[in-house]
């Protein structure tokens, strides 16, 4: 079976761009969870969708959101981007919304200029 | 506020040795507990988990403890190996929460041969 898979895995982009990040998760999953990782803040969840609809939402700005469509695949947008949001953005998907283990893709590396 | 900490940045063992590594958590509502792995530039795999019902949970050579009074859990390796050298997450979650983890900073295991 597939694994999680993240697209793109590299992007460089410069401030007050906006960016979409999507993400395919395992087969037969149907939770999308969104998680930030950086040097100084460690892994921090961004949000997570299940039946295409946000479930949980961690502390982040509007600028980030995300949807989920009815194939389970997900998508986050950043709009406006600043310098801090140059982060590794996971993804990790779960067989259902009180599913606890969570299969992560190999991320996208964010980084603004 | 940070709910779920690992202590130890960095831990460094013999081949062959047991490795603890070992992660406190303040809120009382977490009730399931897990385990990541995680090498650079790749998303973290997941190891083993852990409910608030049990007190341990095996799986080969990992074995995670939860000591719910002290609100502190264990994840032991034995025995250690080189490829083991990664960093490892705590993370937990609250049932009325569903997917959303919250992970400590990691604990930078290194195996020597």
Not at chain 1, 72 to 88: C, H, K
Not at chain 1, 96 to 101: I, K, L, N, P, Q
Not at chain 2, 24 to 41: E, H, Q
Request: charged share 15%; glycine share 8%.
């Amino acid at each position: 079976k597939a694994g999680v898979t993240q697209t793109p895995r590299y992007l460089i982009k410069t401030r007050g761009q906006q960016v979409t990040l999507s993400c395919s998760p395992i087969s037969g999953h149907r939770s999308v969870s969104w998680y930030q990782q950086t040097p100084g803040q460690g892994l921090q969840f961004l949000f997570e969708y299940f039946s295409e609809t946000q479930r949980n939402k961690g502390n982040f700005p509007g600028r980030f959101s995300g949807r989920q469509f009815s194939n389970s695949r997900s998508e986050m947008n950043v709009s406006t981007l600043e310098l801090g949001d140059s982060a590794l953005y996971l993804c990790a998907s779960s067989l259902a919304f009180e599913g606890h283990e969570q299969y992560f893709g190999p991320g996208t590396r964010l980084t603004v200029t | 506020d940070q709910q779920v900490k690992q202590n130890s940045p960095s831990l460094s063992v013999q081949e062959g040795r047991i490795s603890i590594l070992n992660c406190d958590y303040t809120n009382s509502m977490f009730d399931y507990f897990l385990w990541y792995k995680k090498y650079p530039a790749e998303g973290p795999t997941f190891l083993i988990s852990i409910s608030s019902i049990k007190d341990k949970n095996e799986d080969g050579r990992f074995t995670v403890f939860l000591n719910k009074s002290a609100k502190h859990l264990s994840l032991h390796i034995v025995p250690s190996q080189p490829g083991d050298s990664a960093v490892y997450f705590c993370a937990a979650s609250a049932n009325n929460q569903g997917g959303k983890l919250i992970f400590g900073q990691g604990t930078e295991l290194s195996v020597k041969p």
